[in-house]
């Protein structure tokens, strides 16, 4: 299946990304390749596979919640790039 230009500027649209005419020329061939792999997977017969939710037969696996010692103030801070009045000092991203 090829998806036409208008198709790829209404996904980026519907996902909220703004795409120049360059990345919707890349994005409809590599979203188009991506489709033909999955008409490929639609051909294979999976009559005789039981629907599964994990490939893998794994269970939860859970340590036991014990209490332990934490680490220190001081030994926590000693991690910090920058710090101030015993706290992490992080560079501020709002106005």
């Known amino acids: 299946m090829k998806l ?11 996902a909220r990304l703004g795409l120049d005419e360059s990345e919707v020329d890349k994005f409809s061939y590599q979203l188009s390749n991506i489709l033909k792999n999955f008409e490929v997977l639609q051909q294979l017969d999976t009559s005789g596979v039981l629907p599964t939710t994990q ?8 340590r036991e919640d014990k209490a332990s010692e934490s680490l220190s103030k001081t ?15 992080v560079q501020a991203i709002l106005e």
């Open 4 to 14: 036409s230009h208008k198709q790829v500027k209404h996904i980026a649209w519907l």
């Open 75 to 89: 030994d926590v801070l000693l991690n910090a790039p920058r710090q101030k009045e015993d706290c992490f000092e």
């Open 55 to 62: 490939s893998a037969s794994l269970s939860n696996v859970f």
